[in-house]
C-alpha cells in the first residue's frame, strides 16, 4: 500500500503558472527525500527538483529561479510550484521518494532517478497557446 500520487498538471499558456502536488500513502513521507522528475516524448527522463529529509534541496539549471519544490510532512505531501512555464517544460512529471542516504542526508545527488524506491504514475503538464 505505498503509493505517491502526483496531481495538478494540466494545460497552461507560456509564462502561466501550476502547482503539482505528490501525495504519499502507506508510509510517512517524513523519513524520505522526494524527487519531481519529468519526461518529454523521445527525450530521457531527468530531475528536476529534489528535497531531502531536512528541506535541502537541489534544482536543475533549466527551472532555477522558476520551480518551487517544498514539502508539508503533516499532509504527507509534496509540492511543485512552477511558474514563467516555457514550452520546453512540456513533459510528464513524476515524484520519487527514496530513502538512500545519498538523498535523505545530501541535496548533491537527489535527482538521481535510481535512488528512488517509490513512483507515482504521472501527471502531464502542457505548455503551449
Not at 505505498?2 to 502561466?16: D, I, Y
Not at 528536476?48 to 528541506?55: M, Q, R
Request: hydrophobic residues 30%.
Amino acid at each position: 500500500q505505498l503509493q505517491l500520487v502526483e496531481s495538478g498538471g494540466g494545460l497552461v499558456q507560456p509564462g502561466g503558472s501550476l502547482r503539482l502536488s505528490c501525495a504519499a500513502s502507506g508510509f510517512t513521507l517524513d523519513y524520505y527525500a522526494i524527487g519531481w522528475f519529468r519526461q518529454a516524448p523521445g527525450k530521457e527522463r531527468e530531475g528536476v527538483s529534489c528535497i531531502t529529509t531536512g528541506g535541502r534541496t537541489n534544482s536543475a539549471d533549466s527551472v532555477k529561479g522558476r520551480f518551487t519544490i517544498s514539502r508539508d510532512n503533516a499532509k504527507n505531501t509534496v509540492y511543485l510550484e512552477m511558474n514563467s512555464l516555457k514550452p520546453e517544460d512540456t513533459a510528464v512529471y513524476y515524484c520519487g521518494a527514496g530513502l538512500d542516504l545519498s538523498i535523505t542526508a545530501s541535496q548533491a545527488m537527489c535527482r538521481v532517478g535510481r535512488a528512488y524506491d517509490y513512483w507515482g504514475q504521472g501527471t502531464q503538464v502542457t505548455v503551449s497557446s
